[in-house]
């Protein structure tokens, strides 16, 4: 790595991790903002390398979908900004279910991209289908789950967990209960950031000094299994020290699995990108940000680890 190209990359990240880490933490619209726009970003990056292959991705219906997914996962807060409206001004109104809302979505997008294909006569209807609906769902909806991770903290957050470890017979207010919660749900995603970022920090270091076994030629000639290694260690370290300091409602087994999941799914995303941008002849899949190339780059792991740890805190820690 070129000293430029490291100079880039730190005075980014200045910048941009405490950016993250206060959007993750107060949640809200900042973090509908922050994943929309990793959302969207990461798309158009997306159907770029699609054209490069020859296809005509629906790129402003699948964009639009995407959208709307975040929409449908950030439904306790629209329903917090909508119905006050409605009831101020004696309306009667009834909102779907978060579920109900993504599977309206999903539904109306494929309906929507295999009609327009009727009238749009460019190319192969196969390719051009498939490579809109696949961004909607990989990057769409893979991105969408994060922003549901973070909501399930709200009033979703169950109440027997609350009793654990938080001593309600003291009298505290349920605007205090719902703030404490949300705040875990901040820190779990900034955990999970962390996480990640440790990961490709030792997979990279461990690789560069210890690596001789290749990972997958193929796809990423410059990966090595020993840095899979350290990369894999280094998350489940860090998932179990921020489970120690931040996160108290999380159990020490329930981290480490959080940790595995991301050491492993995570590296298999990067590897899933690298795939897309070695099939578009390309080395980054854009140059928007100074030494790191595009938004689809930063953020490939994360992609892949979102609804995975969706699913697992959802289903199994909060259950």
């Known amino acids: 790595m070129s000293t430029s190209n490291l100079r880039s990359r730190v005075l980014v990240a200045v910048v941009a991790i405490p ?3 206060l959007a993750c933490y107060y949640g809200g619209i900042w973090f509908f903002t922050f994943v929309t726009g990793i959302s969207l970003l990461s798309l158009h990056e997306f159907y770029d390398l699609a054209l490069r292959k020859g296809a005509s991705p629906q790129k402003e219906i699948g964009m639009a979908a995407a959208f709307f997914i975040n929409v449908a996962f950030f439904h306790e807060q629209l329903q917090f900004f909508i119905l006050p409206y409605f009831v101020d001004h004696g309306i009667g109104l009834s909102l779907m279910t978060k579920w109900q809302m993504l599977f309206t979505v999903l539904l109306l997008s ?7 294909e009727l009238f749009r006569n460019k190319g192969s209807v196969f390719v051009n289908v ?9 990057i769409g909806l893979f991105a969408g789950s994060l ?26 207010s349920d ?7 949300y705040a875990w749900g901040g820190m779990t995603v900034i955990a999970i950031f962390a996480t990640i970022w440790m990961c490709d920090t030792a997979a990279y270091f461990g690789g560069t000094a210890m690596g001789k076994h290749k990972l997958f030629v193929r796809v990423s000639p410059g990966k090595t299994w020993e840095g899979a290694v350290w990369g894999f260690a280094a998350a489940v370290v860090t998932m179990s020290l921020a489970q120690n300091f931040f996160l108290p409602y999380l159990k020490l087994h329930q981290a480490i699995i959080i940790g595995i999941i991301i050491g492993a799914a995570g590296q298999l995303g990067d590897l899933v990108e690298s795939l897309f941008k070695r099939d578009a002849g390309v080395k980054d899949s854009s140059n928007l940000i100074p030494g790191h190339g595009g938004v689809f780059d930063r953020f490939d792991s994360l ?5 995975i740890l969706y699913l697992y805190i959802d289903f199994v820690v909060l259950s």
């Open 303 to 307: 992609l892949f680890v979102a609804p």
């Open 147 to 172: 922003l549901g991770l973070r909501e399930l903290f709200g009033m979703e957050f169950p109440y027997w967990l609350m009793q654990q470890h938080l001593d309600l017979s003291a009298g505290y």
């Open 175 to 181: 605007e205090f209960v719902h703030a404490t919660t």
């Open 19 to 21: 950016a993250i880490v």
């Open 110 to 116: 494929v309906l929507i991209v295999l009609l327009t």
């Open 130 to 138: 498939g490579y809109t609906l696949l961004g909607i769902f990989y």
